[in-house]
Nanobody, 123 residues
Framework: QVQLVESGGGSVQSGGSLRLSCAAS?????MGWFRQAPGKEREGVAA???????TYADSVKGRFTISQDNAKHTLYLQMNSLKPEDTAMYYC????????????????????WGQGTQVTVSS
């Protein structure tokens, strides 16, 4: 069983930055960040595989960077140039087996989820 604990959310002004962290217990191979805004469906933001392959949603390319510290079993999401439309609950997700890159941002491919951390961006 894998447990995921997110942290690092908060409130920032437009153009600001935040770094989210997701501490994992147990073995994971693919991990990702997903977000859900009020009244909207959960969507993939960024994900990576154990071999370092990463993928990003078009809406965050060039602004967000996903990374992981294997020694600390922690996944990060560096979010720069934040916009009000980035406001959402952000969730960390993981699975213990591989996925092709084109499936990394599909939420139904992940079976472990954290509780989420809120990000609010004001204009």
């Amino acid at each position: 069983q894998v447990q995921l604990v997110e942290s690092g959310g908060g409130s920032v002004q437009s153009g600001g930055s935040l770094r989210l962290s997701c501490a994992a217990s147990g073995y994971t191979y693919c991990m990702g960040w997903f977000r859900q805004a009020p009244g909207k469906e959960r969507e993939g933001v960024a994900a990576m595989r154990g071999d370092g392959t990463t993928t990003y949603a078009d809406s965050v390319k060039g602004r967000f960077t996903i990374s992981q510290d294997n020694a600390k079993h922690t996944l990060y999401l560096q979010m720069n140039s934040l916009k009000p439309e980035d406001t959402a609950m952000y969730y960390c997700a993981a699975r213990s087996s591989g996925l092709p890159p084109w499936l990394l941002l599909q939420l139904n491919n992940y079976n472990y989820w954290g509780q989420g951390t809120q990000v609010t961006v004001s204009s």
